[in-house]
């Protein structure tokens, strides 16, 4: 029996809120039925099926929302997830959770204790070729080591830094490929500029010595966006600026040392969109009427981390 699209409410219509808007226009299962943003053009966006309002409370207060998405600052996570999750609503939160881990750590406990339900969309935790790596790490043996980096040229932010802009993306994956305890973390600025752009290094230690090494910068002259993962005789890199996003060599026992007579070689994956997975992902969470708390948990650990790098900067 077929089943009834979900009614979902947006709050924001920035930059990422436009791209959330055209990917639940274009779902069939999903309907954009509330949407709460100061912008003019907003109406324009969303399309005729979708109820516009100033007022984000106006959405938690409607009663006829399935789950509510929240494309808003970081500084703005804790109020509304915690209204929403009260008014028994799902959420889908950017990434970070928040800014600060022991509110991060109380968000989760109040979350826990309504029963209530927490989307963190770490984007690129759903990208196919990242996913086909997590895949290929269970064919290819121990990690040995992590090597990623992020960034562009800008955005220099008012609200947040280029730590917790990129980091959490880069933060999010390493956890989450790694899976096993964190024993450690360690940051160094790179560079700094007057206008508030910089470069950071990060070094993520885990317990039984896996490190995973992380650059982070708005001061690139392009996009950076890739991950490369280390195994004995192997390296997978996911680069999501490549047509070719995932590449497998066959390398010696030097991860640093291609075997040049084997040449790279690109892994097939889906071709579905990191948002659109995402979003689907909620989606079966709020049909199942899940209180899994995994990615909640993830989120609280990617903000510790980024505090802790944070601590390590201003040391």
């Avoid at 799902?90 to 989307?119: C, H, I, N, S, W």
Wanted: aromatic share 6%; glycine share 8%.
């Amino acid at each position: 029996m077929a089943t009834r699209p979900l009614r979902l409410g947006l709050v924001g219509a920035g930059r990422w809120g436009r791209n959330i808007i055209r990917t639940l226009n274009a779902a069939p299962d999903l309907t954009l039925a509330r949407l709460a943003s100061s912008n003019p053009e907003a109406a324009g966006w969303a399309g005729p099926q979708c109820q516009v309002t100033k007022r984000w409370r106006d959405l938690i207060r409607a009663h006829d929302l399935d789950g509510l998405v929240l494309a808003v600052p970081p500084a703005l996570h804790d109020t509304m997830v915690r209204a929403a999750v009260k008014a028994g609503l799902p959420v889908f939160v950017e990434k970070p959770l928040t800014t600060d881990a022991a509110k991060a750590r109380a968000l989760a406990r109040y979350v826990a204790g309504q029963g209530g339900y927490v989307f963190i969309d770490h984007i690129h935790l759903f990208n196919p070729a990242y996913q086909t790596v997590k895949r290929q790490s269970l064919i290819l043996g121990s990690i040995e080591s992590i090597v990623s980096g992020g960034g562009n040229d800008g955005p220099v932010r008012d609200d947040v830094s280029v730590l917790w802009d990129y980091g959490p993306h880069d933060v999010a994956l390493a956890l989450d490929l790694a899976a096993r305890p964190l024993a450690g973390v360690a940051a160094e600025r790179l560079e700094k500029r007057a206008d508030g752009g910089e470069t950071l290094a990060l070094t993520l230690t885990f317990d039984d010595g896996l490190k995973a090494e992380i650059t982070l910068s708005n001061i690139l002259d392009h996009k950076r966006r890739f991950m490369a993962v280390h195994f004995r005789g192997h390296m997978l890199l996911f680069d999501d600026t490549q047509d070719d996003k995932l590449i497998l060599e066959r390398r010696n026992d030097s991860p640093r040392c291609i075997v040049e007579e084997e040449p790279p070689r690109a892994l097939d994956y889906d071709p579905e969109a990191p948002l659109t997975r995402a979003l689907n992902a909620f989606a079966q969470a709020v049909r199942a009427q899940s209180t899994d708390t995994a990615g909640l948990d993830l989120g609280v650990r990617v903000v510790e981390v980024l505090e802790q790098a944070e601590r390590s900067l201003a040391a």
